[in-house]
């Protein structure tokens, strides 16, 4: 599993010096990042990347709710090779009919991906897990309906604070999760409370024990109280000391 950092942690820094922001990620020692809001950066990131030797294997991108073939020309000219739609709504998940439409919506997708030498992807929030569907999540219910193709990042903290097993959830979902995020925190809803890796509630090594077949473990902080760029620092560390960090 290679390690890598979800943009959207350092947004406010990528704002005001997007070069500067990565070439202090690569300082960190990052090898890798995860995008956000691909197709708006797409002009800044790719001289960034590129200067930097920075790579991103992995991005979120609105798909079902946007340009999907701005989305995937950006991750053409990127690099990128897998394209995760980043959320659908809370009140699309309380009802079968319409976590059927997402999963015939992103079925469909997963073809114009293939057609590229891509694949798409799911990242999930809370409400995916705190819905119900048939005795199971409304995740895993989605993970039922959908085409091979289609993959999975479980936000292993989110998934936790919606009541999850995060474990069990990664045992269900098997080889279709191919990225975790990673971020810790007392498991509540307010972003401030999350802290670095290994400072939490969360049981981070049995999350990673029970994903072998990941490719990537992204870090990522919605809001931090401190200086976002020791708080990834300290994550990255931590992953190190375990082992798994690449």
Same mark, same amino acid.
């Given at each position: ?6 943009l ?5 820094a !990528? ?5 500067g922001?990565?070439r202090?990620?690569?300082d ?7 995008p ?11 001289p960034a990347l590129?200067?930097t030797?920075?790579l991103?294997p ?5 798909l079902i ?7 995937f020309?950006?991750?053409?000219r990127?690099?990128?090779?897998t394209?995760?739609? &980043?959320?659908v709504p809370?009140?699309r998940w309380a009802?079968?009919d319409?976590?059927t439409?997402t999963a015939v919506a992103?079925?469909? !997708?997963a073809q114009d991906?293939?057609d590229?030498?891509m694949?798409v992807?799911?990242h999930n929030?809370?409400w995916?897990l705190?819905?119900q569907i048939e005795g199971v999540?409304?995740l895993?219910h989605?993970?039922?309906l !959908?085409d091979p193709?289609?993959v999975l990042e479980?936000? #292993?903290?989110?998934?936790?604070t919606?009541g999850?097993?995060? &474990?069990?959830?990664?045992g269900?979902?098997g ?10 925190? &007392?498991? #509540?809803?307010d &972003? ?5 890796a290994g400072q939490?509630?969360m049981?981070?090594p049995?999350?990673l024990?029970?994903a ?10 919605d809001?931090y109280?401190?200086d976002?760029f020791?708080g990834?620092?300290a ?5 190190r ?6």
């Amino acid at each position: 599993m290679v390690t890598s950092v979800q943009l959207y942690s350092v947004r406010e820094a !990528l704002a005001s010096d997007l070069p500067g922001t990565l070439r202090r990620l690569a300082d960190l020692g990052f090898e890798r990042v995860e995008p956000f809001a691909l197709v708006d950066l797409a002009d800044a990131l790719a001289p960034a990347l590129a200067e930097t030797g920075l790579l991103a294997p992995t991005t979120h991108a609105s798909l079902i709710n946007g340009d999907a073939a701005a989305v995937f020309d950006a991750a053409e000219r990127l690099g990128v090779s897998t394209v995760i739609d &980043p959320m659908v709504p809370e009140d699309r998940w309380a009802d079968a009919d319409a976590i059927t439409e997402t999963a015939v919506a992103l079925n469909r !997708l997963a073809q114009d991906a293939a057609d590229r030498g891509m694949r798409v992807g799911y990242h999930n929030h809370w409400w995916e897990l705190q819905h119900q569907i048939e005795g199971v999540s409304a995740l895993e219910h989605l993970a039922g309906l !959908l085409d091979p193709r289609v993959v999975l990042e479980v936000d #292993t903290y989110w998934a936790a604070t919606g009541g999850a097993d995060v &474990p069990a959830l990664l045992g269900s979902l098997g080889e279709r999760v191919v990225a975790l995020h990673i971020k810790d925190g &007392p498991l #509540t809803l307010d &972003p401030l409370a999350q802290v670095p890796a290994g400072q939490g509630a969360m049981d981070i090594p049995a999350a990673l024990a029970a994903a072998p077949s990941a490719e990537f473990e992204v870090i990522e902080f919605d809001a931090y109280a401190g200086d976002i760029f020791e708080g990834l620092a300290a994550s990255l560390a931590y992953l190190r000391d375990l082992g798994s960090a690449g």
